[in-house]
């Protein structure tokens, strides 16, 4: 654990509220949790349907995600939890989930934890779609704070940086890393639909090409060569095609 005179004051605190969840018993970095739901599928198969529709019908689902932020006003709370599929809020109740649960678990949950919540699907009076917490389960403890949310991660070298804090505080970056492959299972299915056949090209070659690009030098040890990062992948391409794969890509 790293030195707490180089820790933030929300850091300190952080690792006082694991030591008090392990105090009563649970698991501060993890355990098994079946979910029924991404917020995806929640607001595709609900999204349509009216407050009256929603409590008459009383539909029993389970969540799991980051907490991106609490609106906690003492004996209920807001939670709004991110995850695969985007967002969803959640409605917590001191006493539907129990004093202990609220007091002990909840109170130690903070922005960037990762939670389970079972309970119904219902809508809020300003018409937000939102799951009913009957359970509340801690997942996993989050010791350092997530970026301030209005302005979220703005340093283009951070953010190259730390691409999975990207991937939490940038629906944008998030989406293009779900589109990407996407994108190419469609050229793949496409190709191979074609008759092209997909090969893989040595990544390192000992002979340097790529016209006038300058290459990036790597040594071998084993061999006691120096190997070049491949620029182009046409040389060993048409290998393929003297060897009779005819077509490839």
């Known amino acids: 654990m790293a030195n707490e ?5 929300q850091e300190i605190v952080r690792r006082e509220k694991v030591n008090k969840l392990i105090k009563l018993g649970i698991e501060p970095f ?3 949790f079946e979910r029924t739901h991404l917020s995806s599928k929640l607001r595709e198969e609900f999204g349509d349907k009216s407050h009256e529709e929603l ?18 006003m003492g004996k209920v709370a807001f939670l709004t939890l991110q995850d695969l599929g985007g967002k969803i809020q959640v409605y917590l109740r001191k006493d539907v ?8 678990v909840f109170k130690q949950s903070d922005i960037g934890d990762i939670i389970g919540v079972s309970g119904t699907i219902m809508r809020t009076r300003t018409g937000e779609l939102s799951v009913r917490a009957t359970t509340y389960t801690h997942l996993t403890k989050a010791f350092k704070p997530l970026p301030e949310k209005f302005h979220g991660l703005t340093d283009v070298e951070e953010r190259y940086r ?10 944008e970056a998030k989406r293009c890393a779900l589109l990407r492959p996407k994108i190419i299972r469609s050229i793949q299915r496409y190709m191979d639909g074609q008759g092209f056949v997909e090969v893989e090209t040595p990544v ?14 790597t040594h071998h040890n084993t061999l006691d060569m120096d190997f070049y990062l491949r620029i182009a992948t046409e040389l060993p391409l048409k290998r ?9 890509y």
Do not use: C, W
């Open 5 to 9: 005179q180089n820790l933030s004051d």
């Open 30 to 32: 993890g355990q098994r």
């Open 55 to 72: 409590d008459k019908a009383s539909h029993q689902v389970t969540i799991a995600g980051r907490i991106m932020m609490i609106r906690d």
């Open 97 to 104: 989930v129990g004093e202990e649960v609220f007091t002990n």
């Open 162 to 171: 730390r691409r999975y804090l990207d991937l939490i505080m940038n629906e």
């Open 204 to 217: 390192l070659q000992a002979i340097l090409g790529g016209a006038n690009a300058r290459p990036f030098i």
């Open 240 to 248: 393929l095609i003297v060897g009779g794969l005819e077509k490839v």
